[in-house]
C-alpha cells in the first residue's frame, strides 16, 4: 500500500455540502456516522474527494435499485 498523498484531494465540507446540494450538518453527520470518511486536521474536517464519489455513486445505484 501506497503511501504516497500526491494525488489525494481533499475537500472540506462546506466544498463537500455544495456539491452534494445539502446543508454542511447533513456531511458533519454522515462523518460522524462513519457514512463519509474524514480526516480531522485540527478542529476541522477534511474529506478525500474519491469519498464523496463513492458516496454519490452508492447513493444512485441504491436509487435505480429501487425504481
Known amino acids: 500500500m501506497s503511501n504516497d498523498l500526491s ?3 481533499f475537500l472540506t465540507v462546506a466544498e ?7 446543508s454542511k450538518m447533513t456531511i458533519y453527520r454522515m462523518v ?5 470518511p474524514a480526516v480531522k486536521f485540527g478542529r476541522s474536517y477534511r474529506v478525500p474527494e474519491s469519498a464523496v464519489k ?4 452508492a447513493a ?3 436509487d ?3 425504481a
Open 54 to 57: 463513492d458516496a454519490i455513486r
Open 16 to 22: 463537500v455540502a455544495e456539491l452534494m446540494r445539502v
Open 7 to 9: 494525488d489525494v484531494r
Open 60 to 62: 444512485t445505484e441504491g
Open 32 to 36: 460522524h456516522a462513519g457514512e463519509l
Open 64 to 66: 435505480q435499485r429501487s
